[in-house]
């Protein structure tokens, strides 16, 4: 696990603060949080609005700026920028500019403020239970503490809302699909199980065209990928498709 990452897990509780609670923190645009990073998340979001600030498909973005793996905990594709160099720079910093500053990642734009979902203990359910956004203040170590913001102010600069319902419906999808991959992890050979991942990972995060509304093909995406999931869970259990 990348480092910061680390950091955040063991210290999630003393990290959290409120929508409305203060935080003192001024960005400089010094580039020093675009180095030394491994963690540069992607969501099926941040894909699409990158590639599409670059006159790129969602595909061609991923091929030249990212790079996919299986989440430990997830075990779904969790696609990141790919960091380059002895520094490990964002691959989209250039001249100690991000090039697609108006449109950049959730976890940049957010910085130094993260969020996550509180899991309920019985994730059998925890696709339909209501899921709550939780927020924390990272310690940066860039910037200065000259400016005050709240969560809510600072997320909204950044035309963000704390109770993000892109965000919400893409971690109820990956409880969906950790219940369901879980099981097929036991049943499928590896190289089914590969197939599985190859295809949730180009319908959740790369089936979109650019030109059109994101919402409504997120919406699709999704349904399909669960169709997908449910699939596979039949032919693992020897259920014969429907011939109707």
């Given at each position: 696990m990348d480092e910061r990452l680390k950091y955040i897990a063991e210290n999630y509780e003393q990290m959290k603060i409120g929508p409305d609670d203060p935080f003192h923190f001024r960005c400089k645009e010094c580039g020093k949080c675009c180095i030394h990073r491994e963690d540069i998340l992607l969501s099926p979001y941040d894909l699409f609005r990158a590639a599409r600030e670059l006159g790129m498909t969602t595909v061609?973005?991923?091929?030249?700026?990212?790079?996919?793996?299986?989440?430990?905990?997830?075990?779904?594709?969790?696609?990141?920028?790919?960091?380059?160099?002895?520094?490990?720079?964002?691959?989209?910093?250039?001249?100690?500019?991000?090039?697609?500053?108006?449109?950049?990642?959730?976890?940049?734009?957010?910085?130094?403020?993260?969020?996550?979902?509180?899991?309920?203990?019985?994730?059998?359910?925890?696709?339909?239970?209501?899921?709550q956004i939780q927020y924390i203040l990272q310690p940066p170590a860039c910037g200065d503490r000259s400016e005050t913001h709240t969560?809510?102010?600072?997320?909204?600069?950044?035309g963000m809302d704390v109770e993000d319902p892109i965000f919400l419906q893409w971690q109820r999808f990956i409880l969906f699909a950790h219940n369901k991959i879980v099981k097929l992890e036991k049943q499928l050979e590896p190289t089914e199980m590969n197939h599985c991942w190859n295809l949730l990972a180009y319908c959740a995060y790369m089936n979109y065209e650019t030109g059109k509304e994101f919402s409504p093909q997120f919406e699709e995406n999704l349904a399909t990928a669960r169709k997908l999931l449910e699939a596979y869970e039949r032919a693992a259990q020897g259920v014969q498709p429907d011939a109707g």
């Open positions: 061609e973005f991923y091929k030249q700026y990212c790079e996919g793996y299986i989440g430990q905990d997830s075990r779904l594709t969790i696609i990141r920028l790919m960091p380059q160099g002895s520094v490990r720079r964002c691959p989209l910093l250039k001249n100690h500019h991000c090039m697609i500053h108006k449109v950049k990642p959730a976890v940049c734009a957010m910085f130094p403020v993260g969020r996550g979902v509180a899991i309920p203990k019985d994730k059998t359910s925890a696709e339909n239970a209501e899921l969560v809510r102010e600072w997320l909204a600069s950044f």
